[in-house]
């Protein structure tokens, strides 16, 4: 077997003539005094750029740039390592997977659209990247060679607060076309801002899906070792290989350590705070799996909506662009609905107040855009429940207006719904049909209890 | 001492027939043969009514209508009870505090506006009464009594998704007008869908405050014993007599049982459920106080703002109505803030993703607005967290074109602050100024780890 598989170059190098093998704990100190320790780890060999790959203390894998300069010494063997650990001492023993045969590891392919994951992962500069290719991803995350067969493709560089229907109609095809080309999983790479938006533009896309699609992103802009990117791109590259659901998740960490990512269905996902690693929570469901990257376990959390094989690919792609969200607010003005109806808009999602309200006084332009064959739905700002539009007196008048109750589904997955509804139905009534169909796990029909959060107090 | 304190009419002669002293367990059959089983609890008497209160097992009390057919008979004296409670018994025994002199009591003044509150209190007809005076409040929930001496006003009966500014200045003079007369803490009875608006609407408009501001709404419009409505106005007047601080706040059920309550400062808290009794919750802040209404107990969770008596009242009335609240979604068209600008609005509340973005091809809209002297304020539709416009390159063009970033504000404050300030500032920089300070708890400028929610997973 060989000492260092997957090593060429300066690195084999370096790393025969210090007599390292895998698994055993090197020094690597660099020219300029920086020093990392860790075990050495094999090579996932994509390119021939003179990185070493450690594992350090804390469970991440770093691979650190080498060049003539760099010196490394073995501080112990993985046989001394072993042997302490059998005698109880508290060493680190990685889980030092052989390389499985190439053609036992599923095909996955990762698709970078952009965003923060592709700008923070060179641990050994300290610099942010501002556009890292998808094959950078693998590059600097070895990992996920042992995980899949990678491939990968940039097909395109945008901030998610940029992203808009025509993308999402880009990287369906592009996920199409890859499932066709027999990739057994998908990962899209994408900024974390409107992940959960294009996220449930592909769940509606794709009526029939045979493979798991993992989306995932980076929290932090920063140069940390501990960034989430390389955690949550093993989870997704883990859930695109091996999870038992054919459905389009989003998956980012699962708390604030390193324990578990987690996957989320993608109608029912949202970004809930600004800058926390776990800002992706699951509203009114709990999340598809808890997804255990170190030690490449998925624990599924709720029923599938499909397994993985059990149907053939069915693309319905396109997206109405004459769609919009407008969140409800006291006193707000009925000519900014008067203005959507002038300007041709084919679908308005409310977001209302309460089980489904508005101001009685914009219940007139309401069925006036409703009358011009506008269809309306009402979800709440609450985010939490249940729209019953059944219960007040202005439910009850706008459900007269024509209003269609949004039933549980988060204001955004019913404007990425609507938005697809209105360009693959024949009618209006069709579309208002469509709109309270479960299509794709955006309706939860049971509310347990335990879904609401515990909150701090 | 009297035995049957508060009673008069048919009640009392009913009562004295049976031997009933308070203290005493009774039971009450009606002439259609519904039994209510119960401590007989002394009457504060605000009105005639032939009514009988007592206190449930569940430690509600409930006030039951009676008539000549009434029939009411002693269960178990309260000495029997007393007696079975020292040797260990499983009774129950309600503290039965005796009615404090009416000097002793604060003042309280609640003040009706509508919502589900006024709306459900009727246990004994179980009828569901669409509009019931605040009078009748302290009617149906007579605990209040024992803890203050109540006033009650009717200002107005609006279902609160019909709220908007104008109300929001009524609301302000009311109470204003009852702190100038002595009253020393006010209760605002609200419907719950857009209470935290209003509530935070004055904490806003009164820049001095000596006392505390409870506004208090019900979740359910049901006509169950246990509606949330008797335990929340209970709550909400404990808070208006006894509690330290001199804030606004909403008082409202802070768990699933009826433990206790939450005060929540106004500029921070959101209905986060469409109906739990639980819906109310504090963002990026912790709740100011837990209101335990059976122990008449108030435990501070945060520090005040400030505390009761140390400011003297100073009311700022008025509100801007030309101002909008945007919620991004990705595609979104910047004709719809083209026609803000175009309509005369002064000011704009985004509700952009994470950090505090929006898709680029929005900036040169956003641009015009500020140099039609609008001011454009930055907030993040994910709720949690702090807006931070300096880490990537979209938020910094927003800021370069003049947006003023919402800080940890909540979407619904920074609408509600921006209305306030554009009525109050004298000129365009004194109200992009005024956004940016802390004016009512509105900013928390440090988050601990811990304000971020549990989640189910």
């Not at 360009?423 to 347990?448: C, D, Q, V």
């Amino acid at each position: 077997m060989e000492t260092v598989p997957g090593y060429t170059g300066i690195a084999r190098a370096l790393l025969e003539r210090a007599g390292a093998r895998v698994g055993d704990r090197i020094r690597i100190v660099q020219r300029d005094g920086r020093v990392f320790e860790g075990i050495l780890m094999p090579r996932y060999a994509l390119s021939a750029k003179p990185i070493i790959v450690i594992k350090l203390d804390n469970g991440y894998n770093i691979g650190v740039r080498v060049d003539e300069h760099t010196e490394i010494t073995v501080v112990k063997t993985r046989e001394a390592i072993l042997r302490e650990a059998a005698a109880g001492a508290p060493a680190v023993v990685p889980l030092l997977e052989e390389q499985p045969p190439l053609e036992k590891r599923p095909r996955v392919m990762i698709i970078g659209t952009g965003g923060t994951i592709a700008s923070k992962i060179e641990y050994e500069t300290g610099a942010v990247k501002p556009a890292m290719s998808a094959r950078d991803l693998v590059e600097a995350v070895p990992e996920i060679g042992f995980i899949a067969e990678v491939s990968a493709e940039v097909l395109m560089n945008i901030l998610s607060e940029n992203m808009r229907p025509e993308y999402w109609e880009r990287i369906v095809d592009a996920v199409a076309k890859s499932i066709a080309e027999g990739f057994e999983g998908i990962v899209v790479a994408h900024g974390t801002d409107t992940m959960a938006y294009t996220a449930s533009a592909l769940a509606f896309a794709f009526r029939g899906l045979p493979v798991p699609i993992a989306f995932v992103g980076a929290q932090r802009s920063s140069d940390r070792p501990s960034s989430d990117a390389s955690f949550n791109l093993i989870s997704a590259v883990l859930v695109a290989a091996r999870a038992p659901f054919a459905e389009v998740t989003v998956v980012m960490h699962g708390e604030t350590g390193d324990t578990y990512a987690l996957a989320h269905r993608a109608t029912k996902v949202r970004k809930m705070h600004t800058s926390r690693r776990d800002a992706f929570q699951s509203i009114n469901a709990r999340p598809l799996a808890r997804v255990y990257p170190f030690e490449r376990r998925i624990e599924l959390v709720s029923e599938p909506l499909q397994r993985r094989g059990e149907q053939e690919l069915r693309v319905m792609n396109g997206f109405e662009r004459k769609v919009a969200l407008v969140k409800y607010y006291p006193g707000m003005d009925s000519e900014i609905i008067d203005f959507l109806v002038d300007r041709g808009y084919r679908g308005i999602v409310l977001e209302g107040t309460g089980l489904g309200h508005v101001g009685e006084w914009l219940v007139d332009s309401i069925r006036r855009a409703v009358e011009n064959e506008i269809v309306v739905v009402m979800t709440s700002q609450t985010l939490f429940g249940r729209v019953n539009m059944n219960v007040y007196a202005t439910g009850r008048k706008l459900l007269a207006a024509g209003v269609v109750p949004g039933d549980d589904m988060l204001p955004e997955t019913a404007f990425v719904k609507l938005s697809w509804v209105l360009a693959h139905s024949s009618s209006f009534e069709e579309a208002k049909r469509l709109m309270r169909e479960n299509l794709a796990g955006e309706i939860n029909p049971r509310h347990t209890v335990d879904l609401y959060p515990r909150w701090p107090h």
